[in-house]
């Protein structure tokens, strides 16, 4: 492939990235601003120009699902042969080859979830072994391996980052070290043993390290700001000391940093690499502005460490409708009406696969796909790793395996092969059927996608094709509506995405609070899932869990100042039913415990905000609104009036500091606002 079709479509910013020499380059850029698409294209511009060989790239993305994608991108860009896979599946992969020469003997066995484990020894040190404690104490021993502690490191680190540990510390101590015990004692390995193992060897054997070395010179990270200090390590032994290293991300998506995963990686990379290429990019070419102005809104919020780093994006679609807002009685209503709203979407056109829910834990999920089947559209729950284990996929594959010559082009033979495994013409109507259907034709599109790069290939071909993706759990697209975790949205995009269960309690997630950084936390997983979208965006949450139950809830605290003053959710929420309840003073949702009722707030709203200042700020706007006939969040949101009762700005340097105040905005509302708030001063 020629470099012209490689560098068309790319702004300035990312073909900088793309043409840099070899060396250390780091791209720090928003959600959507294309910095996946920069990376594969890189790699593509550098194996085109011959700087180095597809095969001695190592492309390290976040998913296995997203390291398929890019081999797939690569091979239509004309470069097959790059690796392109998860941490975990490259240390799996390198492992396994250089055993012989590091451990010998038979190769240890990969542990398939570690509770059975994690219970033995958990008995052994009297801890508590019920089914949340062992959890507990798993995902604990998690972090601590992916932050690089052993047992006998634990206790003094998580003094140092006074970090809430799942019992006494002694006891985590005992249950991890007996963890350790009883899994080497099977000569058993954990997936974060994979990355210490590759790590050790690479680091610990000269001969193993100058083979690889020699075989990958060339590095790429994706979702470079959720790597784990083993990762890190990993990555170090893999480049020894070179620095052909391309690293992508965004601090404000950071979500992994309870599983041990630190920003810090990518922040502090071009410190460590002075001579790095550092491309900033901000133009977002994936969502409309409505989308994208929800993003900066939302993130415009952010505090603590990470917040620093936040940029703002510049949508580059053209608009789109605005996102929607709706507050439902209970969840089956919420789940009943998404459902409602999918399948007429649907009927209007709109592909299933260009449709996601996303919401915060998995267990969500159940009341949706109970949902989607009852009006009937069809859905893939993401995690869809599982794709290749389905009877129906398995099946499939034997039938494609053990065809006999087929004298017609591959994609008609294909689904003469699939027919007796039950490829109908027209889709049956069962929803257990029609799931299986859908699974059968996902592997005919496949099989077209194979056809589109590889015109020749031919069923022993495609079956090799399909080996390989099974190996790589690399599941194709299933039509249908996506159902996934905002952790697994990650890097993905929808046209339309359903932001669902938006309660406090369950976003920002119960655990979470009382720590900042948790809470920051969220709310940048809420920012991953407003960026899905590509053109619509539709948030909703429910005030009881159960129909008829205790309406009790509250929607979540991120919404606040993203549902504009003037639309009919808002105002259902800030006083349009039971206006008698008293509400908070701040964001106006209604106050639950007495400790708010006391406060006239909501325990996490801001605490520092002058709420007179606040007051005289709004019935300003309102006048200004009134004046201007537009709706008062045109003015400025209720985010931006309550961060300038927050900061109470005393000259213009320190109004444009606050989010949501541009040129624009300074130009027109500057001196009234500033006057406001000297008024209010004395
Ligand atoms: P995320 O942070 O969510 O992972 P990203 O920065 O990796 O996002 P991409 O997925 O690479 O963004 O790109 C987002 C969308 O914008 C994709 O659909 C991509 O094809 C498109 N895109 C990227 N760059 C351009 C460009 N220069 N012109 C047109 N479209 C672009
Ligand atoms: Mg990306």
Redesign the pocket.
Known sequence: MSAPTLEA???DE?LAAVTAPRGPVCVL??????????ITRRIAHLASTGHVAPGQVLAVTFTARAAGEMRTRLRALGVPGVQARTFHAAALRQLRYFWPRVVGGPQWQLLDGKLRLVGQAAARAKAGTDAASLRDFASEIEWAKASLLTPDGYAAAVAKLRRETPGPVEQVVAVYAGYEALKNRAEMLDFDDLLLHTAAALEEHSGVAEEFRDRYRCFVV??YQDVTPLQQRVLDAWLGERDDLTV?G?AN?TIYTFAGASPRHLLEFPRRFPEAVVVR?QRD??STPQVVAAANTLIGAARGRVAGSRLQLVGQLPPGPDPDFTEHDDEPAEAAAVAKKIARMVADGTQASEIAVLFRINAQSEVYEQALTEVGVPYQVRGGERFFQRAEVRRAMIAIRSAGPVDAPLVDAVRAVLGPVGLTAEPPSGAQQRAQWESLLAIVELAEELVAVEPAADLPRFAAELETRADAAHPPTVQGVTLASLHAA??L?WDVVFLVGLVDGTLPIQHADGDDEAIEEERRLLYVGI??ARRQLALSWALSRQPGGPRRRRRSRFLYGLIPDEHPASRIANGGRGASKPRCRVCGSPLIGTDALKLRRCGDCPSDVDVELLDRLRGWRADEAKEQQVPAYVVFTDATLTAIAEHRPADTASLVRIPGIGARKLDRYGEAVLGLVAESGS
């Open positions: 479509g790319l702004d990312q850029a928003g959600a959507g601003t294309g910095k996946t698409r920069t994706d979702e992508v965004d998506q990019l070419y994936r990650k890097g995009e960026t899905r």
